[in-house]
């Protein structure tokens, strides 16, 4: 069943990236993901130094999520890693 789940979350995120590709931007959209990449890039690595300034997950994960309100999907700018 573990291999179901996973074979069928692997076709729903090829197919979810194909789409992805297949739309065209114009140069202004284009300029415009780069914008939120780079701002999604600098909100982790904000929440890198929290961490390593020692403040605390909890601290640091708020303020990721302070920093990603209305920039990317999810509460984590888009990215999340397990623990």
Do not use: N
């Amino acid at each position: 069943m573990k291999k179901l789940h996973t074979a069928l979350a692997s076709a729903c995120l090829l197919l979810a990236c194909a789409s992805a590709q297949a739309q065209t931007h114009t140069d202004k959209e284009t300029q415009a993901d780069i914008q939120r990449h780079r701002a999604m890039a600098a909100a982790h690595q904000a929440a890198a130094q929290c961490l390593e300034a020692g403040k605390g997950e909890e601290v640091c994960m708020k303020e990721l999520q302070a920093a990603c309100k209305g920039l990317a999907i999810g509460k984590y700018c888009g990215m999340k890693h397990a623990h």
